[in-house]
């Protein structure tokens, strides 16, 4: 997660849903499943990195061929930079 996270103030950080490009099962149960998985990961390495995860809401509502970006107050709401955009060094 680094120590020091920044973005230049031209950056453009964006999240969307995560998906399978193939499906390895059939099983819906087992997709739910794997899914909950996969969320309960990034969760942890979200958490891990001391960045809200609230953050993750934004890529769970934003399907797979979109784009949510975030503003510069968000990356610093969410803790996705340590330094304030306006005082990142370029």
Do not use: N
Not at 13 to 38: E, I, K, L, N, R
Not at 64 to 81: D, G, I, M, W
């Amino acid at each position: 997660g680094g120590l020091t996270r920044t973005a230049g103030a031209k950056a453009a950080v964006g999240v969307h849903q995560f998906y399978a490009a193939t499906q390895a099962t059939s099983d819906p149960a087992q997709v739910m499943a794997d899914a909950q998985a996969t969320t309960a990961r990034i969760s942890r390495h979200l958490a891990s990195m001391d960045v809200d995860p609230a953050l993750w809401l934004h890529a769970l509502d934003t399907p797979p061929r979109a784009l949510y970006y975030f503003s510069p107050a968000e990356l610093s709401q969410y803790k996705l930079v340590t330094t304030p955009i306006a005082t990142a060094r370029k």
